[in-house]
């Protein structure tokens, strides 16, 4: 009788396996904006203590070939005050197990400091110092990612983050 049992279960075992199908990705990097650890944030300079900003995203890659080991890089943040893109490099998935592509999540740090992140003042007045005229300074991320072959993930925006100028 117990072998009926441990045979049936066995079969519902395998049963249930081949039901599930593996992800399949595409090539092309896709990344879903996830949130940040806070919506406002004091600018970096040196009267102002430390504070890190952080920025998480989901993404799928079908052939799991991101992150770069040379002088590539191959995270994009684009601030929408200026246009400035910050570059920053993902560490290497290796090959090995990636079969049918990889999933997961990135979270960027930004440090406040030292001068990472500052208000910009529309009367060109000292960035990264405190202005009485303009207390505080929005900024919003654009992100995208590239992956080894070359491939340009969709990009995504941040929600507006208030920079605290004093």
């Given at each position: 009788m117990?072998?009926?049992?441990?045979?049936?279960?066995?079969?519902?075992?395998?049963?249930?396996?081949?039901?599930?199908?593996?992800?399949?990705?595409?090539?092309?990097?896709e990344?879903a904006?996830?949130?940040?650890?806070?919506?406002?944030?004091?600018?970096?300079?040196?009267?102002?203590?430390?504070?890190?900003l952080?920025?998480?995203?989901?993404?799928?890659d079908?052939d799991?070939?991101l992150g770069?080991?040379?002088?590539?890089f191959?995270v994009?943040?684009?601030?929408?005050?200026?246009?400035?893109?910050?570059?920053?490099?993902?560490?290497?998935?290796?090959?090995?197990g990636?079969?049918?592509g990889?999933?997961?999540?990135?979270?960027?740090?930004?440090?406040?400091?030292?001068?990472n992140?500052?208000?910009?003042?529309?009367?060109n007045?000292?960035?990264?110092?405190?202005?009485?005229?303009?207390?505080?300074?929005?900024?919003?991320?654009?992100?995208?990612?590239?992956?080894?072959?070359?491939?340009?993930?969709?990009?995504?925006?941040?929600?507006?983050?208030?920079?605290?100028?004093?």
């Amino acid at each position: 009788m117990k072998t009926i049992y441990y045979l049936l279960l066995l079969g519902a075992a395998f049963l249930v396996n081949s039901c599930v199908q593996p992800p399949n990705y595409p090539n092309t990097p896709e990344i879903a904006y996830v949130g940040v650890n806070q919506n406002s944030i004091l600018q970096g300079n040196s009267t102002n203590p430390a504070d890190t900003l952080e920025i998480t995203f989901s993404f799928t890659d079908g052939d799991g070939d991101l992150g770069n080991d040379g002088d590539s890089f191959d995270v994009f943040l684009m601030d929408s005050r200026d246009g400035f893109t910050d570059i920053k490099k993902l560490p290497v998935i290796p090959d090995q197990g990636i079969g049918n592509g990889i999933s997961g999540e990135i979270t960027i740090r930004l440090p406040n400091k030292p001068f990472n992140i500052c208000c910009t003042y529309p009367d060109n007045s000292t960035a990264c110092q405190p202005n009485s005229n303009f207390p505080t300074n929005e900024i919003s991320y654009m992100i995208q990612i590239q992956d080894r072959a070359g491939n340009m993930s969709n990009k995504i925006q941040t929600e507006a983050i208030t920079i605290l100028c004093n």
